[in-house]
């Protein structure tokens, strides 16, 4: 396209140009892009804006556990009293949203909890072992607030888990960001064989 509008900047484009061009990719008409570079300056083909799921949209998803159906109808309901119908994509719009923005995991997550999304995540994907083979480590912060001499924070939980399998074989909880001393405690009691 660019060498067609150098010849076309120079009045020098001519019919052969344009079916040598068609010919070379294998298409019909050539015009139609001349055409458009001579009135958006644009050599190249115009990329589709994707529409991807909005907040909103996976908040809905997670209160329906997934289903795209139920959610279109709510937005349809909101829309039609609203009186903004134009504003809802359709069903099958947003279903391929959501199957091209969710992950597999994030999809299964919506319908079957931590459990299933766990199954498409990289937790978990190690080579059938033996017990005791390999452990997994992890730090999570509790969404509780505990009182702790007199200030409320949230607790941390330090924990272990055999890959093998899948229990947690040491744990300890901090009411600070865990550091050394808590991966230590929750490694020493998932080694230690005597009572905490």
Avoid at 177 to 190: F, I, W
Wanted: charged share 25%.
């Amino acid at each position: 396209m660019a060498r067609l509008m150098i010849l076309d900047s120079r009045g020098e484009l001519a019919t052969e140009h344009a079916r040598a061009v068609a010919g070379a990719l294998g298409v019909s008409l050539v015009w139609n892009w001349v055409a458009v570079a001579r009135c958006e300056g644009r050599l190249s083909a115009r990329t589709p804006s994707r529409a991807g799921v909005p907040p909103d949209v996976r908040i809905r998803l997670a209160v329906w556990g997934g289903n795209v159906a139920a959610v279109h109808r709510e937005l349809l309901a909101e829309a039609a009293t609203a009186g903004d119908l134009g504003s809802v994509p359709s069903l099958r719009t947003l279903q391929r949203a959501v199957a091209r923005d969710l992950s597999s995991g994030e999809r299964a997550g919506l319908r079957g909890g931590e459990g299933a999304r766990r199954r498409f995540d990289v937790y978990g994907k190690r080579p059938p072992t033996f017990r005791n083979a390999c452990w997994e480590g992890d730090h999570k912060r509790v969404p509780v607030r505990v009182d702790v001499e007199g200030q409320a924070v949230c607790p941390w939980v330090t924990w272990f888990v055999d890959v093998a399998t899948k229990v947690i074989v040491g744990v300890a909880i901090t009411p600070y960001e865990p550091a050394r001393d808590a991966v230590l405690a929750a490694l020493r009691t998932g080694i230690s064989r005597t009572g905490p």
